[in-house]
């Protein structure tokens, strides 16, 4: 259960939405910092290991974030990549062998 796939499908468990509570849900979701939204699916992880042992998890985070992070920058920059480099703070170089590890390029 320490796969990406867990990772990333792991979600706390909430009544479903009416018509009512879907603004609420959809404004509740704007305002949820980040770092807010990492916390929650780490401890929805952990919470969901059943007593299994996990490794490599600072690997999963990072492939989990960096991945989409990466797509939203290049396809906001119109995939110029002098410019999400410069938006990223890295050297272009890094940049690329980045995007090569996740299959953007």
């Known amino acids: 259960m320490n796969s990406v796939e867990t990772f990333a499908t792991e979600a706390p468990v909430e009544a479903p939405a009416t018509e009512a509570t879907t603004n609420s849900l959809t404004d509740t979701s704007r305002n ?6 990492v916390e929650i ?3 929805n992880y952990f919470r969901n290991l059943e007593g ?3 490794t ?3 690997e999963l985070v990072m492939a989990e974030v960096e991945a989409p ?3 939203v920058i290049m396809k906001n920059t ?3 990549q002098t410019k999400a ?4 703070g890295l050297n272009r170089g890094t940049l690329r062998k980045k995007l090569k590890q996740y299959g953007l390029l």
Not at 85 to 88: E, G, R, S, T, Y
């Open 52 to 54: 299994q042992s996990v």
């Open 41 to 43: 699916a780490m401890e």
């Open 56 to 58: 490599d998890v600072y």
């Open 78 to 80: 119109r995939h110029n």
């Open 85 to 88: 480099a410069h938006v990223l």
């Open 32 to 37: 949820q910092s980040l770092r807010d939204s």
């Open 69 to 71: 992070m990466l797509e």
